[in-house]
Structure formats: structure tokens, C-alpha cells
């Protein structure tokens, strides 16, 4: 895993292991968060979401890690496939503007044979 | 059936040609919304309609206009582009546009302009 509040711009797994994307986000009003994943030519897909009320949500080989006292999301990808390589970014809804997520800069994760 | 659809996939242009890109969505989402994307970059929110109406521009340049036809379809006209224009330009849509209605992405159309 990665340190706690830091990002990545690019993470390396092997194949079969457990991924960690990390993303902070700065505003503590935020109350809704996002996880897309986008590959090479396509757009952002959808993954998992997460509300200011939970600390945790999970999906298919996908969890949510929300930390609201340290304003940290983070995703876990079980057992990395090679289809998992991507570009994944964190998405915030700030609850102030009903229309608008605030995107993160964005983790490369490259997945090893 | 969350699919957004974008056409053409890819569009070249010169700086004084016209040209339109084509989104539609048939989830009856009532918020549709244009991107656009560099290169290793975030998406960046350029305008967000809300049931056929413009409800958000982020100071975008005359040289882009939206159009929402109807409830189904969004259109984004471009006219003298400049190269910097140059990206990946996403259509998404949403149930409505409320805190925690999540943006389907369609598959974005490719704009070079020359």
C-alpha cells in the first residue's frame, strides 16, 4: 500500500497483488465522492461512489476507504488484473454546486504480467 | 443500459471550418454536461444543461456553443477553432443534476484542429 494523504501519479502492481490509489481532497463540505477509471482512448467509467455518511462501501474487487477526519479517499482494487490498467481519478461533489465534481489529478496504474 | 454516445469518434479541422459533435443518452437523465480533456489531464467542466436549459458556462470561448435539441441529445458547435483546441471532448449525463447523481461518460470524440 501507499502512505496515508499521499498521491501517486503512477502506480506499478504486480499482477494477482492488491492496488491502493490514494486521493485527498480539500474541501471538508464535500459529501458525495467518485472513482472513475479511464483506459487508453475511452472515457471515464464509472466504478464505485461513496457518501459523507459512510466510511466504507464495497463492490466487485473494488473498495471505497473514506477518512473524513483527514479529507482522504481512497480505492482498493483485489487481486490486479491486467484489464485494470488504467488511468483512475478521484471525483468530489462539492455540496455547494449541485452540478459540479472536482476531479483529481489522476493515478496511471500500470498492471505486471 | 448506462450509455452515453458521442459521434463522430474522431473529427479533424481546420481553424475556419464549422463543425458540430453529437451526444445522446436514452436513460432519461435530465442534466447532460460537455468536457473537455488534455492529454494526462482531468476532465474540465465547460457547460451543464439541466432539463434543456443552460445552467452552468465555465467562461468558455464564444468559438463553442451548446445546444441541447431535447431531452435526449446534446450538441456542442464549433466554429474557428484555434490548435489549442485540440482534445478529447466528453459528453455526460446525470438523473438530474442533485448532489450524488453520478455522471455517465460517453466515449468522448477526438478533435484535432489544424
Known amino acids: 500500500g501507499e502512505s496515508v494523504g499521499l498521491h501517486l501519479p503512477t502506480l506499478s502492481v504486480q499482477e494477482g497483488d492488491n492496488s491502493i490509489i490514494n486521493c485527498a481532497y480539500s474541501?471538508?463540505?464535500?459529501?458525495?465522492f467518485i472513482w472513475y477509471k479511464q483506459e487508453s482512448g475511452k472515457g471515464p467509467q464509472f466504478i464505485i461512489d461513496?457518501?459523507?455518511?459512510?466510511d466504507k462501501r464495497q463492490g466487485q474487487r473494488v473498495t471505497v476507504l473514506l477518512n473524513k477526519t483527514v479529507k482522504h479517499l481512497s480505492l482498493q482494487i483485489a487481486a490486479t488484473q491486467p484489464g485494470d490498467s488504467a488511468v483512475y481519478f478521484c471525483?468530489?461533489?462539492?455540496?455547494?454546486?449541485?452540478?459540479?465534481?472536482?476531479f483529481g489529478a489522476g493515478t496511471t496504474v500500470t498492471v505486471r504480467a | 443500459d448506462t450509455e452515453v454516445t458521442q459521434t463522430p469518434k474522431h473529427l479533424v479541422m481546420g481553424m475556419t471550418n464549422k463543425k458540430s459533435l453529437k451526444c445522446e443518452q436514452h436513460?432519461?437523465?435530465?442534466?447532460m454536461y460537455w468536457y473537455k480533456q488534455k492529454a494526462k489531464k482531468p476532465p474540465e467542466l465547460m457547460f451543464v444543461?439541466?432539463?434543456?436549459?443552460?445552467?452552468i458556462n465555465e467562461s468558455v470561448p464564444s468559438r463553442f456553443s451548446p445546444e441541447c435539441p431535447n431531452s435526449s441529445l446534446l450538441n456542442l458547435h464549433l466554429h474557428a477553432l484555434q490548435p489549442e483546441d485540440s482534445a478529447l471532448y466528453l459528453c455526460?449525463?446525470?438523473?438530474?443534476?442533485?448532489?450524488?447523481?453520478?455522471?455517465?461518460f460517453g466515449p468522448g470524440t477526438r478533435l484535432t484542429v489544424l
Open positions: 444543461y439541466s432539463y434543456e436549459k443552460l445552467s
Open positions: 436513460m432519461g437523465h435530465r442534466a
Open positions: 455526460a449525463s446525470s438523473q438530474d443534476g442533485l448532489p450524488s447523481n453520478t455522471q455517465y
Open positions: 474541501n471538508s463540505a464535500s459529501d458525495y
Open positions: 461513496i457518501r459523507s455518511n459512510m
Open positions: 471525483a468530489e461533489n462539492i455540496g455547494s454546486n449541485d452540478y459540479k465534481l472536482s
